[in-house]
Structures are given as C-alpha cells and as structure tokens.
C-alpha cells in the first residue's frame, strides 16, 4: 500500500512538472520564477526560443485552439527571443544575467495570471485591444508588473528594469519604451509597501 501511494506521488510530480516545458538552458531561470506562481501549477505554459520578437525580447500569449476548451484545458506559450543587440554586439538571450532573466520570465508569468482571470471571449478582445490600443497595452504590461510583485519578485523585477534602463548601449527607443508602458522602480516600491502593510494588518 505505501509503496503503490509512493509510486502514485512520483507519477503525478512528474505530470504536473511536464505542464511546464522550457528549454534545458533557461531551466534554473524558468523553474525559480515559476517557484512565486504556486497557482499555475497545473497550468499548461512552454516556453519557447523563437528568432526574433516584433518590439519586445519576450511574449507571453494563449495557445489559440485552447481558446475554445475549458480554462482548465488553456495552454500558454511564452516566446522568448533567441538574440538581442546592444549596440554592434549581438546577445544571447540566455546569456544575460541570471536575475534578469528571471525577472523577465516572471513579468510574462504575470501576464498569464492576468489571462487565467479572463473568459476566451474576453482574451481575443485583449489580444486585439493589445495590437492596436497604446492605452490598452500600458494597462496590460503594469498589470504584468503588479502580479509579479505581488507575489514577491519585486527584487527580480527591479533587477531587470535597471539592466534595460541602465545597460549603456541598449537602444533608447526600447527603454523609453520600458519606462511608458511599465511600472518605474519607484512605482514598485510602492507596491511593496502596500503589499507589505496589508501582510502586517492581515497578521493583527
């Protein structure tokens, strides 16, 4: 009996673990920024190096045919570029520092959450809102930002802002970009001190 019970745990670490796919080289990154999202657990997500991303170094979206099964049966892909370019110099995505990368994951992390909350109906209307409203996509990457705070990845975050911020050589179109439609380092920080005020009253 305990032996069937230990072999039934191992099965089904094993099945949930395989919800989640990413490649062998991310796979510290992948699993540490999945570790502050409890609630995907069950939640099918891979992720997946593609060439080149129009306008961004990651995308976090619904696989389109899960669209018209139950939430519980939608699968999410996140793209992640192969390749990025400071100045002359070409990058491998997988190269940048390791809290970087986790705070990238983790903000795309965010996005699904915000996804899991929407009806399929409700998620095409984003996805188009998204493509073609400014308002709508700043709405949307701060709502990223703020579940990836909220469940305590403000380090890793702020970590990858300031690379993108501070990094000499990354383009200026792409950090004024970063500082339109996401929360700043200080908007952060005041997330935290809300968060961490609510966490105290809840403990009274």
Do not use: C
């Amino acid at each position: 009996m305990i032996r069937t019970i230990f072999i039934l745990l191992i099965f089904n670490h094993f099945v949930l673990n395989a919800q989640q796919k990413y490649p062998q080289s991310i796979e510290n990154e992948a699993e540490k920024a999945l570790s502050y999202y409890p609630e995907l657990e069950n939640t099918a997500i891979t992720f997946k190096f593609k060439n080149k991303i129009k306008k961004s170094t990651m995308q976090a979206q619904p696989v389109f045919g899960s669209l018209f099964k139950s939430k519980k049966k939608r699968k999410y892909v996140i793209l992640i570029s192969e390749r990025f370019k400071i100045e002359d110099t070409v990058y491998s995505t997988k190269d940048i520092p390791s809290d970087v990368l986790i705070g990238w994951l983790g903000h795309e992390l965010g996005h699904v959450m915000d996804y899991e909350q929407r009806s399929s109906l409700n998620l095409i209307g984003f996805g188009i809102g998204y493509s073609f409203s400014m308002k709508y996509l700043k709405n949307a990457e701060r709502t990223a930002d703020t579940y990836a705070v909220n469940h305590g990845m403000e380090s890793y975050i702020i970590a990858t802002k300031n690379f993108i911020l501070n990094e000499a050589g990354i383009p200026e179109t792409y950090k004024n970009r970063i500082k339109k439609y996401y929360l700043s380092p200080e908007e952060i920080m005041l997330l935290v001190e809300d968060r961490n005020a609510t966490e105290a009253s809840n403990d009274l």
